[in-house]
């Protein structure tokens, strides 16, 4: 089935430092990329949309200069956490979607767990 | 704008029967799909609907009634591995999918 990997799993990092989350699709060519973000014992909550070789789609209230997305390619998509805070410790999760498959599951990542210090 | 509605949590007896309920009003509407997410863990697909009624997958099955916004999941011989956050998700016209609040459901012996 398909699979979609993201790197890292967890990170820990120093307030004021950035952060490089990576997602990438293994066995498909993933037009949509989704990032999530997860508080505990809450739901996903949608960061913003990423088509490749397009600017993204932010959702209304996720700051699109501090949640950087890049989806350079069809297998590839990057968030970055600039300038990192502790209150954006959180569980991010990518999900990605192929070509023709608007209306099959998305495919998750395992998820990054970011704490900031 | 959307809204999903789920219980914020259940507790069911191992082997019973549980239903988890949700309702939703979105701009669009692509389908509906649940999923089993375990504490600290990525989401993991269970169903998905694009029509009225019923859809059997083994212990699971879910049901949907587009016309009232409503879509239950029903999970039978409840196992303790079943205890997990259940996803209710909606997905859009713009290809997107909006995920509720989750219900979390705790199996007892």
């Known amino acids: 089935g398909a699979v979609v990997s993201q790197h890292p799993s967890w990170v820990i990092c120093k307030s004021g430092t950035s952060v490089k989350i990576e997602c990438r699709s293994l066995d498909f060519q993933a037009t949509t990329m989704f990032w999530y973000r997860q508080f505990p014992k809450q739901s996903l909550m949608l960061m913003a949309t990423s088509n490749e070789g397009s600017k993204a789609t932010y959702e209304q209230g996720v700051e699109k200069d501090k949640f950087l997305i890049n989806h350079a390619s069809l297998t590839l998509s990057t968030l970055t956490v600039t300038s990192a805070h502790p209150e954006d410790s959180s569980f991010y999760i990518c999900?990605?979607?192929?070509?023709?498959?608007?209306?099959?599951?998305?495919?998750f990542g395992n998820g990054t767990r970011l704490t900031v210090t | 704008g959307q809204n999903i509605d789920q219980p914020t949590e259940m507790t069911a007896t191992e082997g019973a029967i549980v239903q988890i309920n949700c309702t939703y009003q979105?701009?669009?509407?692509?389908?509906l799909f649940w999923y089993q997410q375990h504490a600290g863990e990525a989401p993991t697909f269970l169903s998905y609907?694009?029509?009225?009624g019923l859809e059997e997958k083994g212990r699971f099955s879910s049901f949907l009634s587009r016309s009232k916004g409503y879509s239950y999941l029903l999970l039978k011989e409840l196992q303790m591995k079943d205890s997990a956050s259940y996803l209710c998700?909606?997905?859009?016209?713009?290809?997107?999918?909006?995920f509720g609040t989750g219900t979390r459901l705790t199996v007892i012996p």
């Open positions: 999900s990605a979607k192929g070509q023709f498959s608007y209306n099959s599951p998305l495919h």
């Open positions: 979105t701009s669009g509407f692509n389908g």
């Open positions: 998700a909606v997905g859009t016209g713009a290809n997107n999918l909006f």
């Open positions: 609907n694009v029509l009225d």
